[in-house]
């Protein structure tokens, strides 16, 4: 009766211990899955960031129509008194004036400002290759912290279920107590390493929200496979690719365009502009008696010519074509850079690509036979209690070290293709 009792107080606490667990599993499934599909989508639409550089564009458009205005007229009033006290009569007049720009300078105008608008959309999609690579480098994290939790959860749980069960051994009196403690002390090491796994899947999950400028992620669970990072590519059609495709190429070649209609524009800005004007007067009748005159109406016309002694002074000239070579310089330079950033991209990618491959050779089912094998013996007394511990650990750290290559060969991929300029990651 003594046994029975004791074996159902053990159910008990088994029961009190793991249903706790089970209901956190139910509610873990409850969470609204969050596809990486999904939160692409939402990071184009709600990220603050790329919200701001959009206005960039809009700005340059609307450069675009300043550019093309032309001149404002000018309109002048004005009236004197041809004598005062001495009856000469008043002048009343107005005139319209007008300047009439020479050289093609509005031309040039526009043709900077459409440029810059152009540059400004590549900017923009460079910015967007950028954040669409962050935020997926971020769900990767957010893939890899759960996948890490998962471990440390099922860890916890093995030896949590070895404890209780070395506890009714003890109590059996099969095995000793310091063998008991030593296997609730490693559970209770474990249940720490689970709350430092829930706290990282949080942050990580925390900093998608920074991506999505949205705090509301907390109900919510990243859902992935590791496995769709697979891909298979030729280094020389990725350069090629690169050089055609990258926005930040694209952009320097743009600059070199909006630097050469600078120079057209001080170009133009040199050369003279006309001022324009035309009016009427109308003298009012003088009664003077020494020179009395009638009324009289009078019509001007105007040409003024500027004289333009600034154009000995050429820097604004000088300075518009040293920034456009500048700008080739820092094309060919960025043009320089991508070709070692894809190959490096590329080295890194065939690395991480051979570690996976590593582990799909029987590591992981190695070690987990391994652990299958001493906790059977251990069961039977053929093994000790460090022996298991050990091999629950080395199996835990292989399985750690398979999802960190895992999400480091995710990563790879996603780094090969930002330097690639190409995109058709989705898993």
Do not use: C
């Not at 001022?275 to 009427?280: E, L, P, R, S, V």
């Amino acid at each position: 009766m003594k046994h029975l009792h004791l074996t159902f107080r053990v159910y008990i606490i088994l029961i009190a211990t793991i249903l706790p667990g089970i209901t956190g599993m139910v509610k873990a499934q409850e969470k609204e899955l969050l596809s990486f599909e999904e939160y692409l989508s939402l990071v184009g639409k709600k990220n603050l960031g790329y919200a701001s550089q959009k206005y960039n564009v809009s700005m340059a458009e609307a450069a675009i129509q300043t550019a093309s205005m032309f001149p404002d007229p000018q309109l002048d009033v004005e009236t004197s008194n041809n004598g005062v006290n001495k009856d000469m009569g008043y002048v009343y007049g107005t005139s319209i004036g007008w300047t009439l720009e020479l050289g093609g300078k509005r031309k040039a105008r526009i043709n900077l400002a459409r440029n810059q608008s152009e540059l400004s959309k590549i900017q923009l999609l460079d910015f967007f290759r950028n954040l669409r690579a962050d935020a997926s480098l971020g769900y990767i994290e957010a893939l890899k912290s759960k996948a890490i939790l998962e471990v440390q959860q099922d860890s916890y749980k093995n030896v949590l279920q070895l404890a209780k069960s070395d506890s009714i051994r003890y109590r059996l009196g099969t095995i000793s107590l310091i063998t008991s403690k030593q296997s609730k002390l490693e559970a209770a090491s474990l249940l720490n390493e689970v709350y430092q796994a829930e706290s990282a899947e949080q942050q990580s999950l925390t900093n998608l929200s920074v991506f999505l400028s949205d705090n509301k992620l907390t109900g919510r669970d990243v859902n992935g496979d590791f496995n769709a990072f697979n891909r298979d590519f030729s280094v020389d059609d990725l350069i090629l690719q690169a050089l055609n495709e990258r926005t930040d190429l694209l952009a320097a070649k743009q600059n070199t365009q909006v630097a050469k209609s600078q120079i057209s524009l001080e170009k133009a800005n040199r050369m003279i502009d006309l001022g324009i004007n035309a009016g009427a007067e109308r003298h009012t009748e003088a009664t003077n008696e020494i020179a009395p005159s009638p009324t009289v109406n009078a019509v001007k016309l105007g040409l003024s010519i500027p004289l333009k002694f600034s154009n000995k002074r050429n820097a604004g000239l000088k300075i518009a074509e040293m920034a456009h070579s500048q700008a080739e310089v820092e094309y060919q330079q960025i043009e320089q850079g991508i070709r070692a950033e894809v190959m490096q991209a590329y080295q890194q990618y065939l690395a991480t690509q051979k570690q996976v491959k590593q582990f799909h050779n029987g590591m992981l089912t190695e070690a987990k036979s391994i652990l299958e094998g001493i906790t059977y013996s251990y069961k039977r007394g053929e093994s000790s209690i460090l022996e298991v511990l050990n091999a629950q650990r080395t199996y835990n750290g292989i399985r750690k070290d398979y999802y960190q290559a895992l999400a480091d060969n995710a990563a790879a991929l996603v780094e090969l293709e930002r330097r690639a300029g190409i995109w058709d990651i989705n898993f």
